[in-house]
């Protein structure tokens, strides 16, 4: 049932998506060759080894960011809420060619047309994240600040896999 309401969500929000045929099985495999490649302070690596995976589910966004050759996209977004109100700005994207949290140099310097128009693509899939993370860390009205998200070209991975950091005011707080 709730693979349909997501469903039905992502069709209102013009957002396609498909179950990929990947299997857990498919997954785990894909995901232990993944980190291989990745030091193992790397939140991706750490995350694959507590056995996180993505959804299984394949959006378009995923299809583009293959298309133009890039594996992670991160985004700070703005965040203010007030009452029932809230207000997102996505800003300050920067797209990877390779899954490295922590390297500059797989960073994409020079964005092209294709890429410009990625970056329009990866706004939705951020706003949703931004207010999953909002809802499920319960952050309190009237409160604004900053999220620091991820997002993956690979339905076996998981979508963020960082630590999110919420930046309220002039404290900081990381969610666990």
Known sequence: MGKIILMIFCSILGVN??????????????????????KTDDPLYLAVKRD?????????????????KVKQATAVVDFELRGQEVKLNVREITLYTR?????????IKNVGND???????LKMPFFSEALR?????KIKN???GKLY???????CL????NTSTVELGCSKVVLE
């Open 17 to 38: 998506a498909q179950y990929s045929n990947n299997t857990k099985e498919v997954c785990n495999q894909r995901n232990q060759q993944t980190i291989k490649t990745l």
């Open 52 to 68: 996180e995976t993505g959804s299984g589910i394949f959006y378009s966004w995923m299809n583009r960011m293959q298309s133009a």
């Open 99 to 107: 899954y490295d949290y922590f390297g500059s140099e797989s960073q």
């Open 115 to 121: 890429k410009q128009s990625l970056y329009e693509d």
């Open 133 to 137: 993370i909002i809802e499920d860390f």
């Open 142 to 144: 009237n409160s604004c």
């Open 149 to 155: 998200l991820n997002l993956l070209d690979d339905a």
């Open 158 to 161: 998981p979508i963020t896999y």
